[in-house]
């Protein structure tokens, strides 16, 4: 079965200062890897995908599957960054796994001034 | 675009009673998903449609919840009856096919009394 682990409930860094949101999944096979965020009132919306190898807002996230590792970085985070994060996981295609988002338990990022 | 439509945002209501949340995806979307998420957990998947089959439902306890989405549009998750466990937040997402990004929706907050 798929597992996600963030292994840090909360995570305060100071605005300027680098930010790294840790994550670990247990797959067997090549399963994609996602960043959800969920800003305060806001809906959970996606915010990168490991397959786009792109930066989002200044994120990024590099697959390490020698660690089983998907970590989420900035160099600089700013006071918007505050939020929860979500790492999430699914099975890779071709795959006879169930396709569903596996989501790990978050971490909320505060970002202070 | 208003995105996935949800309602109620929030119910109260005495365990033992049934309740009903309805969901309304972005149009045009053929993938549906009900999450449930606990606090301090990240979403879990509990079905997912395309168009009105559920095609994964293996998560969802089928002796207290249930699930239809006729016409493959809107969709409704019902729990008949409410424990005091079931007190958590429902979220309905979307996506035009079942490999695109969901998107979601605000969530219905539902406390059992």
């Known amino acids: 079965a798929q597992r996600v682990t963030q292994p840090e409930k909360l995570l305060s860094v100071f605005k300027g200062a680098p930010v790294e949101l840790k994550c670990n999944y247990s797959?067997?096979?090549?399963?994609?890897l996602f960043w959800y965020v969920q800003y305060s009132r806001q809906r959970l919306q996606l915010l990168l995908r490991?397959?786009s190898r792109e930066s989002i807002k200044g994120f990024t996230a590099d697959l390490n599957k020698g660690e089983t590792s998907f970590h989420l970085k900035k160099p600089f985070a700013q006071e918007e960054d505050s939020a929860m994060y979500y790492c999430a996981t699914r099975a890779g295609m071709p795959s006879g796994s169930a396709r569903q988002l596996t989501f790990g338990s978050g971490t909320q990022l505060t970002v202070l001034p | 675009e208003a995105g996935v439509v949800q309602s109620p945002r929030y119910k109260i209501i005495e365990k033992k009673q049934p309740v009903a949340f309805w969901c309304n995806p972005i149009s045009g979307h053929n993938t549906l998903y009900w999450y449930l998420q606990n606090l301090g957990q990240g979403p879990e998947l509990l079905i997912r449609?395309?168009?009105?089959?559920?095609?994964?439902d293996s998560q969802l306890p089928k002796d207290r919840f249930s699930a239809e989405r006729l016409k493959g549009v809107d969709s409704t998750l019902k729990i008949q009856p409410a424990e005091l466990g079931d007190s958590a937040v429902y979220l309905c997402a979307s996506s035009l096919a079942e490999k695109e990004t969901q998107y979601f929706g605000p969530g219905t907050r539902l406390l059992v009394l």
């Open positions: 490991h397959i």
């Open positions: 449609y395309e168009n009105e089959e559920a095609v994964d």
């Open positions: 797959y067997s096979g090549s399963p994609e």
